[in-house]
């Protein structure tokens, strides 16, 4: 019931109120930052910045988080299949194992394409 | 459920107590001192000595480094406060909360001992349990991506971007290959999970109750192959060696948190290790039997059996008894922790190609087969 | 007071739903309906919907929105902040705007309270995540097959798009 979350706002408010007074605390306590040039540029080891600071960055990085995605949408279905399985499976619905099975050769159709496609080769 | 105003402040002050108790007293202690030992276990393995000197102050006595911790935390708070005048302000002191917290906030689904005075160990008993651990652990990006766009520097930035597709690749497997115990169970929580493992065996050590059926040894196949998934891809996504590509040094300097300096750049690095203990609390939770530990007893009248210490019995028995549970509870993640600290030390660093096949094409697709490997022995062995 | 936590979590969602809108900074926005995305898992959640708030959490804000922020650290945000409003752009979601009030308007005109009353929940915990599986595999067993299709028609998507080269 809603009761049993209780605890986890408790628990959220703890930690993050944790996290933002050890930041106040190291404010009033550390020594005040002094600037200088240097300081304020970002570190390239040693050699002063080049370029952008923000590069473009390969399209495999977005390949990963679509797919991810999609598989993910994947594995949240398992869990309430997980849940009733031995059920179905007690009250002799088989069907329960075929549908899961289905579905995932799918989406494994949609895996293989994309592996031979080479949209998980991160050689290339 | 309306009149809650009324009724409760039992239960809202004892799990007040609770969370307080766990975040205090158990776990940034817990986390300064794996710390040490990282340091203390790294010197032995690479020959040297390792903190060792830092002991009471004024006096001769190192006690072996133990008062290191506190002097780290001393100096994180006295440090320079540095926020340089090329990042992003507000983001940038944004991000180490936002990485610290959820690793903090994972704990409370966690049930880390069993009864005490007749409170249930667990600071939030939810039905959904390891739903809710995947979906905090999967906000836990955001800190790692703000840092690195916030900080407006190549490596930074670079390491966050590297650190969130490695984190979201491995929670892919880290979801999946769990399945196969919620397939045995049929429950998400995990205060079930330790129950049913302490009545009926662990679920890698199935030797009482309905652990020495026929099924079960079956089943053990496909829970080691989770087992073994399940553990890899929690190094993957706490970026510890040999999956620490996001602040690889040779490469990335420190990655995300290369601009951040003093309590900062702490946060972030108690936030790592307190990701490592929620990770290891989980894998104790799901396969090693939570808080529970067979007593190999003899009697009489029952021979030889193993026996359960039970927190919930009345008077001092149930109170010594809830006090070991979770004394034998924070044991097994301690042993665990040493043992992530000693891969650290042992194996050399992946490449991102070798770590993206690991997780997309080898893991990915083992735990796809023993779910359904899992599956058919249920079906066919119901 | 539990009563109390749905109309405090619709307020956060309706809040930073608002900003979401009014933000300049897209980084800003995105977080924005992080938070926003939160506050509706809290609002499922205060409802006695724990397996739709716990999905919206893993699903909406964790895959999804990174994938937003991803594509937001490639845009020039300078530039993003310094742009103007275009004046078709904003009269035409106005417009928009305006239809959806309308017909939510038309809609509720013919609604009456109490008509049809929600059955009670059951007794004792609610178990919301057996109850979709029962469900899900028992009744609506050809829906989740076409959603497995579904996804594999944006698998290929996702391939095919991020392979195309450009002219």
Redesign the interface.
């Known amino acids: 019931m809603i009761k049993d979350y209780l605890p986890i706002l408790i628990q959220a408010v703890v930690a993050i109120g944790f996290a933002a007074s050890a930041l106040v605390v190291s404010i009033i306590l550390g020594k005040a930052g002094k600037r200088n040039p240097t300081k304020d540029t970002a570190y390239e080891c040693g050699m002063l910045p080049e370029g952008n600071a923000q590069p473009r960055f390969s399209v495999k990085f977005y390949q990963v988080a679509m797919l991810f995605i999609l598989f993910d949408i994947e594995i949240v279905f398992m869990y309430p299949w997980a849940v009733v399985f031995r059920e179905f499976v007690r009250a002799h619905h088989p069907v329960i194992f075929w549908s899961m099975l289905s579905f995932v050769s799918i989406l494994t159709v949609g895996y293989v394409y994309a592996i031979k496609k080479g949209a998980l080769d991160w050689k290339k | 459920?309306?009149d809650?105003?009324g009724i409760?402040w039992f239960?809202?002050a004892t799990?007040?107590a609770?969370?307080?108790g766990i975040?205090f007293l158990v776990v940034l202690p817990m986390v300064s001192y794996t710390v040490y030992a990282e340091r203390r276990i790294s010197a032995l393995i690479q020959d040297r000595l390792g903190p060792n000197r830092t002991g009471i102050p004024f006096t001769n006595i190192h006690m072996e480094g133990l008062g290191q911790p506190i002097a780290d935390a001393v100096k994180?708070?006295?440090?320079?406060?540095?926020?340089?005048?090329?990042v992003n302000t507000f983001?940038f002191?944004l991000a180490?909360?936002l990485a610290?917290?959820p690793s903090?906030?994972t704990?409370?689904?966690i049930p880390f001992g069993s009864w005490l005075f007749g409170v249930p160990m667990v600071?939030?008993?939810?039905?959904?349990g390891?739903?809710?651990v995947?979906?905090?652990a999967?906000?836990s990006?955001?800190g790692i991506?703000?840092a690195g766009?916030s900080?407006?520097?190549?490596?930074s930035?670079?390491g966050g971007?590297r650190s969130?597709?490695q984190m979201?690749?491995y929670?892919?497997s880290l979801?999946?290959s769990v399945?196969p115990l919620?397939?045995?169970l049929?429950?998400?929580n995990l205060v079930d999970i330790v129950d049913y493992q302490a009545r009926n065996g662990w679920l890698l050590l199935p030797l009482w109750g309905e652990g020495l059926t026929l099924r079960r040894w079956l089943l053990l196949i496909p829970l080691l192959i989770s087992f073994v998934v399940f553990t890899i891809s929690i190094f993957a996504e706490t970026n510890r060696l040999p999956f620490d590509l996001p602040e690889a040094e040779t490469e990335l300097?420190a990655g995300y948190h290369?601009?951040y300096s003093?309590?900062?750049f702490?946060?972030f690095f108690l936030g790592e290790y307190a990701a490592m203990i929620t990770g290891s609390s989980l894998i104790v939770t799901l396969f090693l039997g939570g808080w529970h530990l067979p007593i190999p007893w003899w009697s009489s009248g029952a021979g030889f059996h193993f026996a359960l210490v039970d927190g919930a019995a009345p008077g001092i028995p149930g109170i010594l008894g809830g006090l070991f549970n979770i004394a034998t509870f924070f044991g097994k993640v301690a042993v665990l922790l040493a043992f992530f600290i000693w891969v650290r030390w042992t194996l050399p660093r992946f490449r991102?190609?070798q770590l993206?096949?690991l997780g997309?094409?080898f893991f990915?697709e083992i735990a796809?087969v023993n779910?359904?490997l899992t599956?058919?022995i249920?079906?066919y062995l119901? | 007071m539990s009563s109390l936590l749905p109309w405090l979590f619709s307020a956060i969602m309706l809040g930073f739903a608002c900003a979401v809108v009014l933000n300049r900074n897209p980084v800003a926005s995105a977080l924005s309906l992080v938070v926003s995305f939160l506050a509706l898992a809290g609002l499922y959640v205060s409802l006695n919907a724990f397996f739709i708030g716990v999905i919206q959490v893993l699903v909406y804000a964790g895959a999804i929105m990174v994938l937003f922020l991803f594509i937001i650290m490639l845009l020039d945000l300078k530039a993003e902040e310094r742009r103007t409003l275009n004046t078709t752009a904003t009269l035409g979601g106005l417009l928009v705007a305006a239809i959806f009030v309308c017909e939510l308007f038309s809609v509720l005109r013919h609604f009456h309270k109490g008509s049809l009353p929600f059955p009670p929940l059951a007794a004792g915990p609610l178990d919301d995540v057996r109850g979709v599986g029962t469900m899900l595999f028992s009744n609506y067993n050809l829906p989740f097959q076409v959603i497995g299709a579904l996804i594999l028609v944006a698998t290929v998507g996702v391939v095919v798009l991020s392979k195309r080269e450009l002219k």
């Open positions: 459920m309306n809650f105003l409760d239960f809202l799990s007040l609770k969370t307080l975040i994180f708070l006295l440090k320079e406060d540095l926020t340089p005048a090329h983001y002191w180490p909360c610290m917290a903090l906030l704990l409370s689904v600071i939030a008993n939810v039905n959904i390891i739903l809710f995947f979906a905090i999967s906000l990006v955001y991506v703000l766009w900080s407006n520097s190549k490596y930035f670079l971007v969130t597709s979201i690749s929670e892919l979801g999946l399945i919620f397939l045995l049929g429950k998400l300097v290369t601009e003093s309590m900062k702490a946060l991102y190609d993206m096949r997309w094409i990915f796809l779910i359904f599956a058919g249920l079906f119901p």
